[in-house]
């Protein structure tokens, strides 16, 4: 049934989820955002809230509510997503990226958690949240710096979202079976990204983007080399992509990820080896990555032709131990 929301009541009733109100609602949902209002007796709202994988969705009616993203709040998991807000009723006013915007029933606003944001809804309103894991969107050179701050009409595509979510978030339908959550999962991404590329024309992924991405990947690589743990996957999660779309950046370059870890170790090593000749080559492999002196050996011996010893008692009587280094990495 359709309420008439001009006269405060709520429109697009859903039954499930929670409902808070009063201040004490307020700091309840407090969590990625902090939840004020102007007359904290008077707000309330219902939060219904679901997960496919690293997809999620929410549901929400509200009324007398500010949400305020601030800087000290945009390194939790929520920056890791895409925000997109489907308007099912009522209206909202957001400041982000620079722009003010005020978004209507029907229409769509795109925010990036990653930066500071405030959402006003005075009247009741009602909206779905969509959370696109930003890890998706970089697999698709899409950038949520770049998608964040509109808000408008949406996409022939974003119509067809939007219909989805309200149905799937109605609850009217009963709750997704565990067969079927897989199915509606790739559903979502697929709508999601055809609406995103909608906007954008299209387009593919910058070669700006990529490199970005290529950087980040070498940095860690650079600052966490002497983590025995450190792979191609914890370096993909860590700058938030898939494994095979971190290897596709890295296909035309010199060296692959799980190369560039290992040349990272060998040179350091190479350098310990040589700068302090006293140090055991067990707690040389140690340090630079290795899991001990056998994997160590091994690796140092397919790269250089010398064990590390020999490495060492050949290059003692050489030039300085930089460009020893230098010298035997390019050869």
Known sequence: MVSDVRQGRWAHTFD????????EGLDLMS???RMTSPVPNLFR??????????????????QHL???????MVEDSVSEHLQID????GGMHTDHQR?????????????????????????PAESVQFYLPVSFLAEHGLSPRDLAGFGGEPSPIGLATRQFLTSLSGGSSGPVSAMSAGA???ALLELGLGMLLEMQGGQPAPADVREALRVRARAHVARRAHDPDLSVDQVAAHIGTSRRYLQSLFTDEPLGVGDLIRDVRLQRAAENLLMQPSLPIGRVALATGFRGPDQFNRAFRSAYGDSPSEFRRRNQRLGPPDEQVGAVAEA
Request: charge should be neutral; include cysteine; charged fraction near 20%.
């Open 184 to 186: 509606v999962s790739r």
């Open 66 to 72: 500010v949400s305020v993203r601030e800087k000290d």
């Open 99 to 123: 722009r003010t915007f005020t978004t209507e029933a029907g229409q769509v606003a795109i925010l990036f958690p990653g930066d500071p944001f405030t959402v006003t809804v005075t009247e």
């Open 31 to 33: 969590l990625s955002c």
């Open 45 to 62: 709202a219902r939060i219904h809230s679901f997960a496919f994988d690293d997809l999620h969705v929410t549901r929400t009616r509200a």
């Open 16 to 23: 499930s989820g929670l409902t808070v109100g009063g201040p």
């Open 86 to 89: 489907f308007l099912v009723a």
